[in-house]
């Protein structure tokens, strides 16, 4: 395939260097230059194709703090004729990624269209009169060289269609809505074609062709959106409940771009027809209003899309009898995941370079702080030029990453290290609370606690749970410090027992209960005083707040 030839019909640039200075030091963003270029293209068919755009260059600082400058489009346009004999002019948004495409009639249409880029820049010529001229005429000659550039365009595209001519079925005003909604009618000499082009040859009927003559434009690119997706008859019974233009129901409504009819029709693809033929039953301007809010955001070049291959099987999950219309088909598409993509114009790729250069000054700085705990001449201080040695770099970080690595070391050695002596000084205390416990239960077990009864201390844990049946109480759970803590029980001369006693080391008795956790002056009487005796006279203390000593006292200074 021949590749395709191109020819400058007009290049205009200028700079302002005192600009770019004051830009450099002073203002992140300043402009500091423009250009416009008239590129002829031939494209390999035969036709030719125009593009103008309007160029700016802009002034960035780095996170290094060295300037950068990079020239940017805000406009990007074009003209070129179609195989069917019809000029199009496309502009595109280089911030926001929007398309518009429409259709040319007329030659004040092509005028507008460059008089305006090259307005825009004699505007900023005359803000900037010191600029200087790299390419082009003087600023006094623009416009002369902007008019034989525009003859020239008109020499490559050729002629203009003429409206009525292409369109015999539509009248002059209907010229400036969008190129998709007017199409069906192109070369169309009656109504019948354009059921056809609307709505398919297989598809068509009289009905259907009535309908097309008697319904404007708008509410017909509606109902051709259900094309292939539901029987033919279904839009001709929708049809006939709207109401003419003469009626008054004209719908005025701003027609839909080609993101949205695309983005409806993919939904409408996926959906049920049940559903859709709910849909069809509504008033036009309402279901067309929610779809298009619908599609905003699945069909969106720039913003997070959803992900309509699920639309099928949420639908099913719901119900389709749950789904009754538009507006809950569109609360369906607005819950799908998202799909995030992504539009990389010339300015996203200057903010991930600086972006870039913002990690690499951080770790820069993060090296030079290490260093300086490191022995004097181990390493070297870095500076921006040096940091952006690759080998440097790849060295220093390996520094840093091996200066990590001991740190961590040395941390878990000490974490370890005090584990370690956590664990022996607990196993030191276990081994002197199991001493005290032995000696105090030798010198406690079988000593007479008071006339007709003595202390008896528990040596396992299925005595402790047979005590706690006796008396029901939860001593049967303490089986855990057994060894540690003595576990003694007030027992009389039956072997009955009476009183359960537990004893700590670091607090003495905390806790002298009877049957159901009564105290002991309500379990034993006045004999519980000569207990708690019997335990002073053996040198055991008692805890300011044990459980069960109401109403018994203790000796003066004995806690």
């Known amino acids: 395939m021949p590749e395709r030839t191109e020819h400058v019909l007009l290049y205009i640039k200028y700079v302002d260097d005192a600009l770019a200075e004051q830009g450099v030091t002073a203002v992140e963003g300043a402009i500091s230059g423009i250009s416009l270029r008239i590129l002829a293209r031939a494209l390999p068919d035969g036709r030719t194709s125009v593009a103008v755009s309007l160029y700016r260059r802009v002034h960035r600082m780095r996170a290094s703090g060295k300037a950068f400058h990079y020239w940017t489009s805000e406009k990007l346009t074009s003209m070129a004729r179609t195989k069917k004999d019809l000029v199009v002019l496309r502009e595109i948004d280089r911030r926001t990624g929007k398309s518009t495409t429409r259709h040319v009639f007329s030659e004040t249409m092509v005028e507008s269209w460059i008089h305006g880029l090259s307005g825009t820049l004699q505007s900023w010529m005359r803000s900037n009169p010191q600029a200087r001229r790299l390419e ?209 114009p010339r300015g996203r790729t200057a903010q991930r370079v600086m972006q870039g250069e913002i990690v690499a000054l951080w770790e820069m700085e993060h090296y030079n702080r290490e260093i300086r705990l490191l022995p004097e001449g181990t390493a070297q201080v870095a500076d921006w030029g040096l940091w952006k040695d690759e080998a440097f770099r790849t060295q220093a970080l390996g520094l840093i990453e091996a200066r990590r690595r001991e740190l961590m070391a040395a941390f878990d050695r000490e974490r370890h290290e005090r584990e370690e002596a956590r664990r022996l000084a607990l196993v030191a205390k276990q081994a002197e609370r199991h001493q005290w416990a032995l000696q105090t239960a030798a010198l406690l077990d079988g000593r007479v606690a008071a006339p007709g009864l003595r202390f008896v201390v528990a040596r396992d844990a299925e005595t402790l749970s047979r005590w706690g049946a006796v008396l029901n109480n939860c001593i049967g759970g303490y089986a855990g410090e057994l060894e540690l803590d003595v576990f003694a029980a007030v027992c009389d001369a039956d072997g009955r027992v009476r009183l359960n006693l537990q004893i700590t080391q670091s607090h003495g008795v905390e806790q002298i209960l009877g049957n159901y956790n009564r105290d002991a002056v309500r379990e034993l009487g006045e004999a519980a005083q000569h207990v708690v005796d019997g335990l002073v006279a053996m040198d055991i203390s008692f805890h300011p707040d044990a459980l069960g000593m109401d109403g018994l006292r203790l000796p003066q200074g004995i806690d």
């Open 136 to 344: 082009g005429p003087d600023p006094e000659g623009v416009d002369n060289a902007v008019d034989r550039a525009i003859a020239a365009i008109r020499e490559h595209i050729g002629g203009l269609p003429n409206w009525n001519n292409r369109f015999p079925l539509l009248k002059d005003d209907w010229q400036y809505r969008a190129a998709s909604v007017y199409l069906p009618y192109l070369d169309a000499r009656d109504h019948v074609q354009v059921a056809m082009n609307l709505f398919g040859v297989r598809a068509y009927r009289r009905p259907l062709a009535r309908e097309v003559e008697r319904l404007d434009i708008s509410t017909l690119s509606w109902f051709a959106m259900f094309r292939g997706l539901v029987p033919v008859d279904w839009l001709i019974d929708a049809m006939g409940t709207m109401k003419t233009a003469d009626g008054g129901s004209l719908m005025r409504e701003r027609s839909l771009t080609s993101l949205q009819r695309r983005g409806i029709r993919s939904i409408l693809r996926r959906t049920p027809q049940p559903v859709l033929r709910r849909i069809l039953k509504e008033p036009v301007h309402q279901a067309r209003r929610t779809l298009a809010d619908a599609a905003d955001c699945t069909a969106h070049r720039l913003a997070v899309t959803r992900d309509l291959d699920l639309l099928p099987e949420i639908i099913a999950a719901r119900g389709q009898r749950r789904v009754r219309g538009s507006r809950d088909l569109e609360h369906l598409v607005r819950d799908l995941p998202a799909i995030e993509r992504w539009y990389d």
